[in-house]
């Protein structure tokens, strides 16, 4: 039996939803937190029909749709409120429109579901039920639809066109194959029979490839007002009429959104004109006319709705006021025409007995719900509880809760099983995955949950039952024309596309490279492989080379002699530290068991396997030296905390270095909270302390009392001795001086280290430094955190105003960037203006280090709600309470930094939002254009970043190898530096020989092998290319095949050619061939192929003799220098399964 089998005999919540079945307004007493989430799934379930929950805030119903999607297995959507920013938008992020379209979605289908919503979403004026059931689609095998007019409604739906579909919201067309990826489900491929759907498939981003066959898909528009050309054609009809009467303010407004409307489906301002659109306009109590409506506290929902009203009314007034908004239009509802709109059924919810202002109650009801103690983690209190419930034969649940509670419990002769919330066992304590805010009691059916909040030693989040990996961003395979390249022999050049050419009557593929001057190369698609994108690091245009001149082999000669430098050096650190003998520690505890536990949050997959080689490393009688490369908030405190842990527990004590006053302030805040319930002292020196308690510390440091000590660089001074120093744990090592690095080098010879970096790093360099380097790397991020809402925007003061206040009304605090030291100060001031009782903060990169220090470590602490701020910040702290940052003229700032820019909100478990804004009537540059142009394609697809990204890592490489080495990077192109690198690493290192590069099949055939244009975009070409080159199997090959006609459709004869040719080069390169050719004889004219093989290669002269008895008119056999040769007489119809049954026999031979 489950929990909602349970809780639905009860009589107080029968006779409540029986009630509501006829319809009004009921109150319902003695019910909160989690409880609430109970009885809505006991709702959607009784009534078949979509409930809607609203909450005072969107953080109760981010909370009680969590608590929601535990209990039932029905679906549940969060519907956010639209931002209301009181100025215009260019761009905006989808994440929050995808969830609101998906919700409104299946509420228009009439699909049993709950749908939670803040108060403020009830103010907003959106589209009828009607026009988002028109505007979606469903797509299911046998059904009929013309594939023109799928593209073509897909369009009309505001989905983007792709070559190839890597996000949310992009659709791709390849013949009778039609990729789409709905935001918030998952990406689909239609296939095509004329105009019958044959197939639905999901398949995967990353390979491509369809995974599993879909009975079907249904997906709505991107956005909730996508509209057609006859809507905006009647807005613009209005328009018109309406410019006639209207004062000249507001023309320009009225001109710039005509505009719009006559180009745009759909852009972020269409909003304010849905009285324009449609007929009658509906709030979101109009989708649930054949539902039920939900309310937790609704006079507080209420007072939320009075307040935004207001705040919504002096928007609209100063947007009038500016000319940004037309006379008579009404974006937003009243709280009264709300409450006119408020018809179906209601269950308020209260904990307490309350009257319910606007609304007449058609009864009150009172629940026997119970609060549960907090036990703290006091396990005897725990289990004693237990006792007394088992005893009045309860079922006991407990959620999320961890193996030691399991192992106490035990230990008392407790029954406990670990089950799922469907198989529930009287007078058991039933230990059940997933998380929940709060427990509760239900004496009447004997049924108590118990959540971590009541159980754990400190509240924490609710955990998942299983890990979250995240995605990581993959290099980018395809090349774009106008890219730079580097090839192996001749050097960066830049590659201008792929262009066919007829060479001794064969027509191939080749790729088109411009170098300096006038040199051009046209290189065949099987020498790919020999072709890298360039990676610099820098924004400056590559040197161009020459082709055949000796520029190129002198500068990688350079880099190789840096490079056999460098890896020397590391292997030789790498062999003195493997040689050195360390602490052995011991398996983990109990205790280790017990902290681990306590963590907050599920673990990534990353995260774990850093965390599983940091033990191991510990556990081996060598040192420890070990990189661990992750984002901010990525989770590399918690491994160096379960790290200590581990030291502590062997008697070690364990010393954490970090760069800044700040930092280190952070981590000790972390430690001592974590610790706090173990015998454990956490202490740390800095600025922070005075002189007095520092000489404390010291002197117990000294005496080995302190068992973790954290501090900035005053840890390294000369004063301070620790006599079980057993772990050394260093934060950012890059960020210190020379000297101090050096001193860090004397206090490694003998503990354990771990160093810690926010460099991400790319896959290509931490291979080069396997075997050399002990990495580990966490790219995941953790689970639960929101994306963040980011919008393009002309700069407003009211912008600043409206978005400072929302922040700091949640209780958060803002960044705002302003990136020129010059103008700071009277930024600030203008600042102060406009938000005059607001704390403002101010750092920059010429201020002092103490005060700079001092003005960080004082907004942390949240003296300053308001921090305005150079780039300084853009690789700064974690600082979960900041979620927004305003950036002015961001057309000024790189994509990358953008990108770490919007990376310093949203660590938390707030939505956060990003603003990038430009200057109002600014002329741009053409490069600004372009910058701000990317800006907001990043920000309305996500996509197109991954470039980006890389190039950033690579500025970040010298923070793992050192600056010096960042020219040598910028001189040939990252890829070639990480494989030169890799190559030195393995003829000096112990690392097993990568087996010898198989020559070259050189083949010369007289087909037509190329992938027609038509087939695929340009590109995708050249990553099929490398495919099928690299294809060491004719399995392999079979694979791509396969691969291709799942995603392109049937293979094109020449593509089935090239296909052939690249089973023959897997054949012939296992079998040692090293050419094969065609030839005409001049004499008889009789066609014939050769097959060289090379040198010492190739079958014994017994076996060729009997593959020659087989068929002596067809084949013959030469060895000449103990070089084999054979000779295959065939024509050109036959001359590609003539040679590939050839290569199976010598393979067979070869291999008996």
Same mark, same amino acid.
């Given at each position: 039996m489950g929990i909602r089998q349970i809780a639905s005999a009860n009589q107080g919540i029968a006779d409540v939803l029986s009630r509501l079945s006829s319809g009004g307004h009921y109150l319902v007493q003695g019910i909160s937190g989690s409880?609430?989430?109970?009885?809505?799934?006991?709702?959607?379930?009784?009534?078949?029909?979509?409930?809607?929950?609203?909450?005072?805030?969107?953080?109760?119903?981010?909370?009680?749709?969590?608590?929601?999607?535990?209990?039932?297995?029905?679906?549940?959507?969060?519907?956010?409120?639209?931002?209301?920013?009181?100025?215009?938008?260019d761009a905006e992020s989808h994440e929050l429109e995808s969830q609101r379209v998906i919700a409104l979605q299946q509420v228009a289908a009439a699909v049993p579901c709950l749908v939670v919503a803040p108060a403020t979403a009830l103010l907003e004026l959106l589209p009828p039920p009607e026009f988002l059931r028109e505007n979606s689609i469903s797509l299911a095998p046998g059904d009929e639809l013309p594939l023109e007019e799928l593209t073509a409604r897909l369009s009309l739906m505001g989905y983007q066109r792709a070559e190839r579909v890597d996000g949310p919201g992009q659709f791709s067309q390849r013949g009778e194959i039609v990729d789409i990826f709905p935001p918030g489900g998952e990406p689909c491929r239609v296939e095509y029979f004329d105009i019958l759907i044959e197939s639905v498939r999901s398949f995967d981003l990353s390979s491509q490839r369809s995974s599993k066959s879909l009975p079907g898909i249904s997906f709505g528009p991107i956005r909730l007002l996508t509209l057609n050309s006859e809507l905006r054609q009647r807005v613009l009809n209005k328009l018109a009429a309406r410019a006639k009467t209207l004062s000249p303010l507001f023309l320009p407004q009225l001109a710039q959104d005509q505009e719009r409307f006559?180009?745009?489906?759909?852009?972020?301002?269409?909003?304010?004109?849905?009285?324009?659109?449609?007929?009658?306009?509906?709030?979101?109590?109009?989708?649930?006319?054949?539902?039920?409506?939900?309310?937790?506290?609704?006079?507080?929902?209420?007072?939320?709705?009075?307040?935004?009203?207001?705040?919504?009314?002096?928007?609209?007034?100063?947007?009038?006021?500016k000319g940004k908004l037309l006379p008579g239009l009404q974006p937003w509802l009243s709280v009264e025409a709300v409450v006119d709109k408020w018809t179906p059924p209601t269950l308020h919810l209260a904990l307490?007995?309350?009257?319910?202002?606007?609304?007449?109650?058609?009864?009150?009801?009172?629940?026997?719900?119970?609060?549960?103690?907090?036990?703290?983690?006091?396990?005897?209190?725990?289990?004693?509880?237990?006792?007394?419930?088992?005893?009045?034969?309860?079922?006991?649940?407990?959620?999320?809760?961890?193996?030691?509670?399991?192992?106490?419990?035990?230990?008392?002769?407790?029954?406990?099983?670990?089950?799922?919330?469907?198989?529930?066992?009287?007078?058991?304590?039933?230990?059940?995955p997933g998380g929940l805010t709060a427990g509760f009691e239900l004496a009447e059916q004997g049924l108590v949950v118990l959540s971590l909040n009541e159980l754990a030693?400190?509240?924490?989040?609710?955990?998942?039952?299983?890990?979250?990996?995240?995605?990581?961003?993959?290099?980018?395979?395809?090349?774009?024309?106008?890219?730079?390249?580097?090839?192996?022999?001749?050097?960066?050049?830049?590659?201008?596309?792929?262009?066919?050419?007829?060479?001794?009557?064969?027509? &191939? #593929?080749? $790729?088109?490279?411009?170098?300096?001057? /006038?040199?051009?190369?046209? %290189? +065949?698609?099987?020498?790919?492989? =020999? *072709?890298?994108?360039?990676?610099?690091?820098?924004?400056?245009?590559?040197?161009?080379?020459?082709?055949?001149?000796?520029?190129?082999?002198?500068?990688?000669?350079?880099?190789?002699?840096?490079?056999?430098?460098?890896?020397?050096?590391?292997?030789?650190?790498?062999?003195?530290?493997?040689?050195?003998?360390?602490?052995?520690?011991?398996?983990?505890?109990?205790?280790?068991?017990?902290?681990?536990?306590?963590?907050?949050?599920?673990?990534? &997959? #990353?995260? $774990?396997?850093?965390?599983?080689?940091? /033990?191991?490393?510990?556990? %081996? +009688?060598?040192?420890?030296?070990? =990189? *661990?490369?992750?984002?901010?908030?990525?989770?590399?405190?918690?491994?160096?905390?379960?790290?200590?842990?581990?030291?502590?527990?062997?008697?070690?004590?364990?010393?954490?270095?970090?760069?800044?006053?700040?930092?280190?302030?952070?981590?000790?805040?972390?430690?001592?909270?974590?610790?706090?319930?173990?015998?454990?002292?956490?202490?740390?020196?800095?600025?922070l302390k005075t002189a007095a308690e520092q000489k404390e510390i010291v002197a117990a440091a000294a005496e080995g009392v302190v068992d973790i000590l954290i501090g900035t660089h005053r840890l390294l001074q000369k004063d301070i001795h620790l006599p079980n120093l057993g772990l050394l744990v260093v934060d950012e090592e890059q960020r210190f001086g020379v000297e101090h690095k050096e001193r860090i080098k004397q206090i490694k010879a003998n503990v354990d280290i771990l160093t810690m970096t926010a460099t991400p790093i790319p896959r290509t360099l931490h291979m080069a430094l396997l075997g050399i380097r002990d990495l580990s790397v966490i790219n995941t991020p953790?689970?639960?955190?929101?994306?963040?809402?980011?919008?393009?925007?002309?700069?407003?003061?009211?912008?600043?105003?409206?978005?400072?206040?929302?922040?700091?009304?949640?209780?958060?605090?803002?960044?705002?960037?302003?990136?020129?030291?010059?103008?700071?100060?009277?930024?600030?001031s203008r600042l102060r203006r406009l938000l005059p009782d607001v704390n403002i903060g101010v750092v920059h990169g010429q201020m002092a280090d103490t005060l700079l220090e001092r003005t960080m470590l004082e907004f942390y602490e949240g003296s300053y709600q308001v921090l305005l701020s150079t780039t300084i910040i853009e690789n700064g702290l974690d600082i979960p309470n900041v979620n927004t940052v305003i950036v002015y003229d961001s057309d000024r700032l790189g994509l990358s930094q953008l990108y770490q820019l919007r990376g310093r909100v949203g660590r938390g478990r707030k939505l956060a939002y990003a603003y990038f804004t430009y200057r109002k009537d600014k002329v741009l540059t053409e490069k600004s254009q372009k910058r701000l142009s990317a800006i907001k394609e990043f920000t309305e697809l996500g996509a197109g970043y991954k470039l980006s990204l890389r190039d950033m890592e690579i500025r970040g490489t010298g923070n793992i190898l050192g600056p010096e080495q960042h020219g040598h990077i910028a001189a040939v192109g990252f890829d070639l530096y990480c494989q030169l690198l890799e190559q030195q690493v393995r003829q000096l290192g112990d690392r097993?020989?990568?087996?010898?590069?198989?020559?070259?099949?050189?083949?010369?055939?007289?087909?037509?092998?190329?992938?027609?244009?038509?087939?695929?975009?340009?590109?995708?070409?050249?990553?099929?290319?490398r495919r099928i080159r690299d294809a060491k199997t004719v399995a392999a090959i079979d694979d791509i095949q396969d691969e291709l006609n799942d995603r392109f459709g049937n293979l094109p004869p020449p593509l089935e050619v090239l296909l052939d040719v690249g089973r023959i080069r897997a054949l012939a390169a296992g079998i040692g061939v090293e050419s094969i050719c065609w030839s005409v004889e001049q004499l008889t004219g009789k066609e014939k192929i050769g097959l060289s093989f090379r040198e010492g290669k190739g079958p014994p002269p017994s076996i060729m003799q009997e593959i020659w008895l087989v068929n002596p008119k067809k084949y013959d056999f030469r060895s000449r220098n103990n070089v084999l040769g054979v000779s295959l007489k065939t024509d050109k119809v036959n001359m590609l399964g003539d040679l590939e049954q050839l290569l199976h026999l010598l393979k067979t031979a070869i291999e008996e």
């Open positions: 409880q609430r989430a109970l009885l809505a799934d006991l709702l959607v379930a009784s009534s078949g029909a979509p409930v809607l929950f609203v909450t005072d805030s969107l953080k109760d119903a981010m909370t009680l749709l969590a608590d929601y999607q535990f209990f039932s297995d029905g679906p549940g959507y969060l519907f956010p409120a639209r931002p209301t920013l009181g100025t215009e938008v006559a180009n745009l489906q759909s852009w972020p301002g269409a909003s304010h004109y849905m009285q324009y659109i449609f007929d009658r306009p509906c709030n979101l109590l109009d989708y649930f006319g054949g539902g039920s409506v939900m309310t937790a506290e609704t006079a507080a929902i209420l007072e939320h709705l009075d307040l935004h009203a207001g705040e919504l009314m002096e928007r609209h007034q100063s947007m009038l006021e307490l007995a309350r009257s319910v202002k606007h609304f007449r109650l058609n009864g009150t009801s009172s629940l026997s719900f119970r609060q549960v103690p907090n036990f703290y983690g006091q396990q005897q209190l725990i289990a004693d509880e237990i006792k007394a419930w088992l005893k009045r034969e309860a079922t006991v649940v407990a959620v999320g809760a961890g193996r030691q509670l399991a192992q106490s419990l035990k230990a008392q002769d407790i029954p406990v099983r670990d089950t799922d919330t469907d198989d529930l066992r009287q007078g058991s304590v039933n230990f059940v030693a400190r509240r924490r989040l609710a955990k998942k039952p299983r890990h979250q990996q995240g995605m990581s961003a993959g290099d980018l395979e395809s090349l774009t024309p106008g890219e730079y390249v580097v090839h192996f022999s001749h050097g960066i050049g830049q590659y201008l596309g792929i262009v066919v050419r007829e060479i001794a009557g064969a027509k &191939r #593929d080749y $790729l088109y490279i411009k170098y300096a001057g /006038k040199d051009r190369l046209y %290189l +065949p698609t099987d020498q790919v492989h =020999l *072709l890298q994108r360039y990676l610099g690091g820098d924004d400056k245009p590559p040197k161009l080379y020459a082709l055949g001149g000796g520029d190129w082999l002198r500068v990688k000669t350079k880099v190789r002699e840096s490079v056999q430098k460098l890896a020397f050096d590391l292997l030789e650190l790498y062999a003195a530290r493997q040689a050195a003998s360390g602490h052995v520690f011991a398996p983990d505890s109990p205790w280790q068991r017990e902290l681990e536990d306590s963590f907050a949050f599920q673990e990534t &997959r #990353d995260q $774990l396997k850093a965390i599983e080689e940091v /033990k191991r490393d510990m556990e %081996l +009688p060598r040192p420890m030296d070990r =990189l *661990l490369c992750g984002d901010v908030g990525y989770g590399k405190t918690e491994v160096a905390l379960r790290a200590a842990m581990k030291a502590v527990m062997d008697g070690k004590q364990v010393a954490i270095l970090a760069p800044t006053t700040i930092l280190a302030q952070q981590h000790y805040n972390t430690f001592r909270e974590r610790f706090s319930p173990f015998p454990v002292r956490v202490e740390v020196l800095s600025r953790p689970e639960g955190r929101f994306p963040v809402q980011t919008y393009v925007m002309e700069y407003s003061d009211q912008l600043v105003v409206s978005a400072v206040r929302r922040e700091l009304d949640r209780g958060g605090q803002v960044y705002v960037i302003f990136n020129r030291v010059q103008g700071i100060d009277a930024q600030a097993p020989k990568e087996e010898a590069v198989e020559a070259e099949v050189s083949i010369e055939l007289p087909v037509d092998a190329y992938i027609p244009d038509a087939y695929m975009p340009e590109r995708e070409k050249i990553y099929v290319y």
